[in-house]
C-alpha cells in the first residue's frame, strides 16, 4: 500500500462518526475506520519525525570518539543509541497506517520527505552536544509530551516511551552545560558560543508561526496535535529561560522580556527566511546529513539481505514443521 492511494469519496456517515469518536477524545487504533486524510497527515508527520530521529543521530555521533571522558562517552553512546531506538518504534508505528518502512526510508533518501531543520547545523564543539541535549532534546519534550495525548493509539503510546529518555538526554546535556558554565573563561566561552548558535534554529524546531503553518487547523482538529506551533515555542522559552539564568548563561535575544501579564518570556523575531532555506534543503549541512544516511543504507544492504534470508528460512522450517 502506497501513501499516495487515489481519492475516493468517503461515506458521509462513516465520516460522521470518526469524528463523534474524536470529539469524544477517544483513541484511533490501526484497524479502525478512518478518513484517508488522516491517515496521511499522520504518514506524513509520523515519518518525518522518525527520519529525524535517524538524522538527528548524526551531528551528536560525530563526537562520540572526542568525548572528553569515559563517563561523558557512555552517556553520550546510550543517547544516540536511545535516538534510533525512537526511530524505529515511530516507523513501526506509522506501519500500521498500512505503509511500508522502505517506503519512507526511501522518501528520506532521495530527498523527498523532511525532517528537523535542527539536525541540519554543525556541531563544531562539545559544548554543542550539552546545548543539543538541553535545548533540543528540551524543546522535543516539550513537543512531545502533548503529542503521548495525540489521538492516534500507535503514535500517543510510542510519546510515551520516548520522552521518559528524552528526559535523560535532557538531563546529561544540562548537566554537560552547567559544568562548562562553571568551568575555566575559555569553557565558559565555548558553552556561551553554543548556545548562541543553537537558540535561534531551536525554536525553529516547533515549525512555522500559527499564520503560516497550513497542517495545524486541521491536525488540532482530529487531536493528533494539542497545541500549536506557537503555543509550544512559547512554553519552551517560558522553561529555557530560568534554566539559562540558573547556569547564568545569556540567550541571544537582547530585546527579549518577561510580560508580568501573561507569564510569558516575550522574544525576539525568527528569521523564517533562514528556516525555509533550511527545510528546502540548503542548510549549512543537508547534503552531508542525506550523504551519510545513502552511505550507510548501501552498506548495510547486506545486513539486510542476511535478516530477509533467515526470516525466509525460518518460514521454510515453519512451513516444513506444520506440514
Ligand atoms: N523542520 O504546517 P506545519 C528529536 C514542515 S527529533 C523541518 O506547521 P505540522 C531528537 C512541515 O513538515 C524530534 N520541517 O506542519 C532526535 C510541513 O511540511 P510538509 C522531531 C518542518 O506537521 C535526535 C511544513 O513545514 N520532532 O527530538 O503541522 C537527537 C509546514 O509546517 C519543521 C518531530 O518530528 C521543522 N522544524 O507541524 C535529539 C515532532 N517544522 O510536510 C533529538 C513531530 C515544520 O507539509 N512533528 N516543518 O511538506 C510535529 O510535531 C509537527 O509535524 C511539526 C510541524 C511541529 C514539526
Given at each position: 500500500m502506497?501513501?499516495t492511494?487515489?481519492a ?7 465520516v460522521?462518526?470518526?469524528?463523534a469518536r ?5 483513541s484511533?487504533e ?6 484517508e486524510?488522516y ?20 551531528p551528536e ?8 571522558s ?5 552517556s553520550?553512546?546510550?543517547k ?28 528520506l533518501l ?6 528537523s531543520s535542527?539536525f ?22 516539550v513537543?512531545?509530551t ?12 510510542a510519546?510515551?516511551r520516548?520522552?521518559k ?11 554537560i ?12 566561552a ?16 516547533f515549525?512555522p508561526?500559527?499564520t ?29 529561560v ?7 548563561l545569556?540567550l ?5 522580556r518577561h ?9 525576539g ?8 532555506q ?7 549541512c543537508?547534503k ?8 550507510a ?13 533467515y ?7 515453519q512451513?516444513?514443521?506444520a506440514?
Amino acid at each position: 500500500m502506497t501513501q499516495t492511494r487515489t481519492a475516493v469519496a468517503e461515506d458521509p456517515a462513516k465520516v460522521a462518526a470518526f469524528e463523534a469518536r474524536i470529539a469524544a477524545g477517544e483513541s484511533i487504533e490501526p484497524k479502525d475506520w478512518m478518513p484517508e486524510k488522516y491517515r496521511r497527515q499522520l504518514v506524513r508527520m509520523m515519518s518525518q519525525h522518525a527520519h529525524s530521529e535517524i538524522v538527528g543521530m548524526l551531528p551528536e555521533g560525530n563526537w562520540i570518539t572526542r568525548a572528553p571522558s569515559l563517563r561523558r562517552k557512555i552517556s553520550l553512546i546510550a543517547k544516540v543509541q536511545d535516538e534510533a531506538g525512537h526511530g524505529l518504534y515511530i516507523y513501526c508505528g506509522a506501519e500500521t497506517l498500512g505503509v511500508d518502512r522502505s517506503e519512507l526510508v526511501g522518501q528520506l533518501l532521495d530527498g523527498t520527505a523532511k525532517y528537523s531543520s535542527i539536525f541540519n547545523y554543525p556541531t563544531l564543539s562539545w559544548a554543542d552536544i550539552g546545548v543539543i541535549g538541553w535545548f533540543v532534546d528540551g524543546a522535543a519534550i516539550v513537543n512531545q509530551t502533548i503529542l503521548a495525548k495525540a489521538s492516534y493509539g500507535p503514535y500517543a503510546r510510542a510519546m510515551i516511551r520516548v520522552c521518559k529518555e528524552e528526559n535523560f538526554h535532557k538531563r546529561q546535556g544540562y548537566e554537560i552545560v552547567a559544568v562548562l558554565a562553571n568551568g575555566t573563561p575559555a569553557q565558559k566561552a565555548m558553552v556561551q558560543d553554543a548556545v548562541d548558535r543553537w537558540w535561534w534554529p531551536s525554536l525553529m524546531m516547533f515549525g512555522p508561526s500559527d499564520t503560516d503553518s497550513p497542517n495545524t487547523a486541521e491536525l488540532i482538529r482530529w487531536k493528533v496535535k494539542r497545541k500549536t506551533n506557537d503555543e509550544l515555542r512559547q512554553r519552551f522559552v517560558n522553561l529555557t529561560v530560568p534554566q539559562a539564568m540558573a547556569v547564568n548563561l545569556t540567550l541571544p535575544d537582547p530585546g527579549m522580556r518577561h510580560d508580568a501579564e501573561t507569564e510569558n518570556w516575550e522574544f525576539g523575531a525568527i528569521d523564517w527566511d533562514e528556516f525555509n532555506q533550511v527545510i528546502r534543503g540548503n542548510g549549512p549541512c543537508n547534503k552531508e546529513r542525506l550523504d551519510a544516511r545513502r552511505k550507510a543504507h548501501d552498506e548495510g544492504a547486506w545486513v539486510r539481505e542476511a535478516a530477509s534470508a533467515y526470516a525466509g528460512k525460518q518460514r521454510a522450517s515453519q512451513a516444513a514443521e506444520a506440514a
